[in-house]
């Protein structure tokens, strides 16, 4: 069975691909279907999806490279963004965060996420933050077959020092998230390879 960190991963990906290529490119999200996603997914999450004018900002924020459309990148770095920003303190025992759960397929992965996170971290030291165990343990149980070998001290040695941006010795979530939108980039990017 897939683990929590993996069907996150998943549910950001089958979202994206769930209103993408309605209108055209497969691969990226047009104007109507943001605004289907946002208002399906996120329901006013961001402000009034349903307002023209607010879906032309929030399109205009979103479309880093100006090409009118949302590719996988702009969608995930957006919305790993929105997860720290709303969910990072979500330890998954919170009545908001399960409630968030139940909203949308999106919410749910933002909010597993956060949870699988927290699951992890604290148990050797700051509760908001990985400590190298800690991240060996993480990866482990929920990247074990991401990962080459992620029993090798060398990898998580090497995985730490990349991600430990502030370079505390530890991983918070932010640090955390970057790793997140980078596998599931790579994840998606497979799959779109393999479909064409």
């Not at 290529?21 to 691969?27: A, H, L, N, V, W």
């Not at 479309?63 to 949302?70: E, I, P, W």
Request: aromatic residues 8%; hydrophobic residues 35%.
């Amino acid at each position: 069975m897939a683990s929590e960190l993996g069907k996150a991963m998943v549910n950001f990906i089958a979202v994206f691909h769930r209103y993408s290529g309605q209108e055209g490119d497969k691969f990226k999200l047009s104007k109507a279907e943001l605004k289907a996603l946002l208002n399906s997914e996120l329901g006013g999450f961001l402000g009034d999806a349903k307002d023209p004018k607010a879906i032309d900002e929030i399109m205009k924020a979103l479309d880093m490279d100006g090409d009118g459309q949302v590719n996988f990148q702009e969608y995930i770095c957006t919305t790993t963004g929105l997860t720290m920003a709303c969910f990072g303190s979500c330890t998954g025992t919170e009545e908001k965060c399960q409630k968030m759960k139940k909203v949308s397929t999106l919410t749910n992965a933002m909010v597993s996420l956060t949870e699988v996170f927290h699951k992890y971290s604290g148990k050797e030291g700051d509760k908001n933050k990985l400590s190298k165990g800690e991240l060996k343990a993480l990866f482990k149980a929920e990247l074990g077959d991401m990962l080459n070998d992620p029993k090798d001290p060398a990898a998580v040695d090497k995985f730490m020092k990349e991600l430990d941006v502030n370079k505390d010795g530890e991983v918070d979530f932010e640090e955390f998230s970057i790793l997140f939108a980078a596998l599931t980039m790579s994840c998606n990017e497979f799959f779109e390879t393999k479909g064409k």
